[in-house]
């Protein structure tokens, strides 16, 4: 809850603004003599300082910037001609408003009393009554407060904070310099140690041998002396005695060379940290307390309520959570959407809740925490709460869920189906709370801000919406990972485990694993980004991702660590590339490029919507595969084929094709040619391989109405070929040719 102190604080921000405003207005007005621009400038910030004065309270601000606004507004209208005499009682009333504000700052109060003759001259100006002729001195304006807050424009903001993501480069790529320079040492360390085991061995191994063979050194001076009294040398033992001699004075370098790297790595920790201390305190500038945007949806809730006719007390905690400027902008209307529709179609009105033994009032809870770097904003009421069986039974009525799969997934995994457009499990449409568009734009809305969402209930208890949202977005952790010996990267908020490829070795065929009692689908990083090669990874790392609810997996070869970066857009040549979210460059000066980890799994999370309201399971007269990499295409498609009550599955590449093939009966195949990873004319060459697919009818769907490409496909084994666009008439005659609406039937 924002108490009365925050409100003063903020007033004090606003305060000081304006009143330098009316400052440097008067000044230009004494100097320069009446202008409009100028004079609108002080009416505006005398009306503002008035409307904020008046929010916390203090009425003598309120009642002497009044009369100053009404002076301004005659002015401006024309209703009164400026005179130079008129600047002592508007001196003197600035004056007076930063003495109050002065006081306000230091004992919270409003102490001076207010000159009365001082308005009264101000209204007898206004009204005409009396204008000063006479020639006073001019007041000088009093010390204005010192303040502990100044106010930032917010693209200065952002400027700092990108350079601070250069900082963030470069300080990476010191860290990797760090690294490499370590290794040096180690192995230079490693080397004299060699160098100098090599040197004693030698030495020891040659003193034994001159002694075995009673080898004299000859020389005058050591006649009179035998070998116990007197150490020889001979020319072999001085040279390995100065090789001894420069390797210790080279080991010893090496020594005082490792301190000074652990110096410096101690001043580069002492820098980093220094660095994340710095990106926190920028970032903090642009934090706005999350309380401002929940009471604010609060007040919204209540009218809403008002015009249901329903009653409800809305508790918010944690108030003083902040979040980023980007972030606290895009939150309202997700968050008011949920809560819209927690009203509508959770509260119970007042009798039915009685019945229920409910207090007749509808409690909502709004409460925001930290977590780490994330915000966890948990949306709970006491309502009518979510049929998990209804939300089941209109899964599958849709083909979002089959039967079968239904009864391995979890309730808050089948709940999460509600975020699918069009999904409602009320039967009336209400625009007033969103439903027709269902929860959908919530979920888009959040996964825009690489947030998530869950949903948990228990019916005719409660519903508790789960959003969790990053507390800025200018600063990302990311997990690097290397596929082909290219360097990626994706962003940690989605990401809920890390499990090891070998553990799951039936992972190759089934595609899916199953990982804490949950089946969780599972695709190939590389087989998505390059060409597949029927190359087999036997060892790699599985990415675990939690898609409000919905998980998925993505093997990738090697793991690399954690990071945090400022990511750059890929620019507008390279916009079309919609699977990256931008890139960074690492410490070693390589570009990185960031994942969008749904748009891996698009397909997914896009369900079809049907129009038929009735719930009764309808029959399918076929299967047809529709393989195409424009998901526009594919829908169009899905929608035209399911009218006519065929099952369809969709794949936007050829091994996603022949993936499906091997698991789902297939009665037609409509294939576009180019494509990533597999095209159409490998598919068709693939498939006509394959002796169980020799009868499979293939009709090609392309853009590319050329002889030469229809001959191209016909040749390879296709049975059909047609140039896009597409009507219904055109797809109705080809199943008719394919006799594909006669096949068996087969039930949903």
Do not use: C
Not at 170 to 186: G, R
């Amino acid at each position: 809850m924002i108490t009365q102190n925050d409100l003063i604080r903020y007033f004090f921000v606003e305060a000081e603004e304006h009143l330098n405003t009316l400052i440097e207005g008067i000044e230009e007005l004494e100097n320069k003599g009446f202008n409009k621009d100028t004079v609108e400038a002080l009416f505006r910030a005398t009306h503002t300082l008035k409307g904020s004065a008046s929010l916390v309270k203090f009425e003598k601000l309120v009642t002497v910037a009044h009369k100053l606004e009404d002076l301004f507004e005659a002015l401006l209208k024309g209703d009164l001609k400026y005179q130079e005499s008129f600047i002592y009682p508007i001196k003197n009333s600035v004056n007076t408003l930063v003495t109050l504000v002065n006081e306000i700052s230091q004992t919270g109060q409003e102490k001076s009393e207010i000159n009365k003759a001082l308005l009264e001259s101000i209204e007898n100006i206004v009204t005409k009554k009396a204008v000063p002729t006479e020639y006073i001195e001019i007041p000088t304006f009093e010390v204005m407060p010192i303040l502990n807050t100044v106010r930032v424009d917010i693209g200065l903001i952002e400027s700092i904070l990108t350079s601070l993501g250069e900082v963030l480069v470069q300080k990476n790529t010191v860290a990797d310099k760090e690294k490499q320079l370590n290794d040096i040492l180690e192995e230079m360390s490693k080397s004299i140690k060699k160098l100098l085991n090599e040197i004693n061995t030698f030495s020891d191994r040659y003193w034994i041998m001159t002694q075995e063979k009673d080898q004299k050194v000859i020389d005058s001076f050591f006649v009179d002396f035998s070998d116990l009294e007197f150490d020889r040398y001979d020319e072999y033992h001085i040279f390995l005695r100065k090789l001894q001699e420069i390797t210790n004075d080279i080991n010893e370098s090496l020594i005082s060379l490792f301190e000074l790297m652990n110096d410096i790595s101690y001043t580069f920790k002492n820098l980093g940290r220094e660095i994340n201390f710095l990106k926190d305190y920028l970032l903090e500038m642009r934090m706005i307390p999350i309380g401002r945007l929940l009471h604010r949806i609060s007040e919204s809730a209540k009218d809403i309520a008002r015009k249901l006719g329903k009653m409800i007390d809305i508790e918010i905690k944690g108030s003083d959570i902040k979040i980023d400027k980007p972030i606290f902008d895009s939150l309202y209307e997700p968050l008011i959407h949920i809560i819209r529709n927690a009203i509508d179609h959770g509260i119970e009105k007042q009798e039915e809740r009685a019945k229920l033994g409910k207090p007749q009032i509808g409690k909502i809870l709004i409460e925001a925490k930290k977590e780490g770097r994330n915000i966890v904003i948990k949306i709970k009421d006491d309502g009518k709460g979510i049929d998990f069986e209804k939300v089941k039974e209109i899964a599958i009525y849709k083909g979002l869920l089959n039967p079968n799969q239904a009864q391995s997934l979890t309730k808050e995994e089948i709940l999460s189906y509600i975020f699918a457009p069009g999904f409602s499990t009320s039967e009336d449409v209400d625009f007033q709370s969103g439903r027709g568009m269902g929860l959908n734009i919530v979920k888009t809305a959040i996964s825009k801000l690489k947030g998530t969402i869950e949903i948990s209930s228990e019916l005719n208890k409660q519903t508790i919406f789960t959003v969790k949202i990053p507390q800025s977005l200018t600063v990302t952790n990311l997990l690097i990972f290397k596929s082909r010996n290219i360097e990626f990267a994706i962003p940690v908020g989605y990401l809920e485990e890390i499990l090891y490829l070998e553990d799951f070795p039936q992972l190759q065929t089934e595609r899916v694993i199953i990982h804490k009692n949950k089946t969780i689908p599972v695709k190939f990083f590389s087989e998505f980004f390059f060409s597949s090669n029927g190359k087999v990874l036997d060892k790699g790392f599985i990415i675990v991702f939690n898609f409000s609810g919905i998980r998925k997996g993505l093997v990738v070869e090697e793991i690399l660590g954690h990071e945090e970066a400022t990511i750059l857009p890929l620019g507008k040549f390279l916009e079309g590339l919609t699977q990256y979210t931008g890139y960074f460059i690492s410490g070693k000066g390589t570009p990185r490029y960031v994942i969008d980890p749904l748009k891996i799994f698009e397909e997914e999370f896009i369900f079809a919507s049907v129009q038929d309201k009735s719930f009764e399971p309808y029959i399918y007269t076929g299967s047809v595969l529709v393989v195409d990499d424009s998901i526009s295409v594919r829908k169009s498609l899905q929608s035209i084929l399911e009218n006519k009550k065929i099952r369809v599955f969709t794949a936007k590449d050829g091994v996603e094709a022949l993936n499906i093939l091997e698991n789902k009966s297939i009665d037609l195949i409509i294939t576009d040619l180019e494509m990533p990873i597999m095209h159409g004319y490998e598919l068709i060459s693939r498939i006509r391989k394959d002796l169980r697919f020799k009868d499979l009818p293939i009709v090609v769907l392309t853009s590319r109405g050329t002889k030469k490409h229809e001959e191209k496909a016909i040749s390879l084994g296709a049975d059909g070929y047609i140039v896009k666009p597409f009507d219904d008439n055109v797809i109705s005659e080809i199943l008719k040719r394919f006799q594909i609406l006669k096949n068996n039937l087969t039930t949903q």
